[in-house]
């Protein structure tokens, strides 16, 4: 979880692959609306990510086995939502500054999220921090860092001895 530019999807695909769990990207079940309001640079309210965040415990509770997904849970309500749905939820925060966050959006050619509503995610944010079921991790971490930390973090089976070279078989 976090604001857009943070490396949720990257680091939600590289977990899904270490632990062979399905992959969400919470993006791809925003309504046809949100979607709308977003490319046009407007900002999302409660009333449009109340039933997104539906949809997306109704995804996770329909995978057997492990799911992985990736969204901005950006409020605490939103996370306790998805808690209240979903059992055993843990949330991974991954934590970057503005200025970072606006940088990579702006860079990004393939995504309907404008940089200009980064700064509104920012603002919309209630820090998970001292939540339980919260991992707080540094976004300009490095990947692998950050994919072994998650791995330790969840007790992952080898987690302490995971090797990227592992994550690369499994990946291609």
């Known amino acids: 979880m976090g604001v857009s ?3 949720k999807s990257t680091l939600a695909r590289e977990l ?3 632990l062979e769990g399905v992959f969400i990207e919470g993006d791809e079940l925003h309504s046809a609306e949100s979607r709308d309001k977003m490319c046009r640079g407007i900002a999302l309210c409660d009333s449009d990510r109340e039933p997104w965040l539906d949809r997306l415990a109704d995804r996770v509770n ?4 492990t799911a992985v997904l990736s969204c901005s849970a950006l409020r605490r309500g939103y996370r306790e ?3 209240a749905r979903v059992a055993g939820l843990k949330f ?4 970057i500054a503005l200025s970072e966050a606006v940088a990579r959006v702006s860079g990004r050619l393939d995504h309907e999220f404008p940089a ?5 995610q920012f603002a919309t944010l209630e820090s998970p921090v001292g939540e339980a079921g919260v991992l707080h991790l540094s976004a300009s971490q490095d990947s692998a860092g950050s994919l ?3 791995m330790q973090w969840l007790g992952a089976p080898d987690g302490a001895g995971w090797k990227s070279d592992e994550f690369e078989s499994k990946r291609n």
Not at 62 to 65: A, D, I, L
Not at 116 to 120: A, F, M
């Open 62 to 65: 329909e995978v057997h086995g």
């Open 148 to 150: 072994r930390e998650v």
């Open 81 to 83: 939502r998805m808690r």
């Open 16 to 18: 899904a692959v270490a």
């Open 5 to 7: 530019g943070s490396g």
């Open 116 to 120: 200009t509503l980064v700064e509104d």
């Open 92 to 95: 991974v925060f991954l934590d």
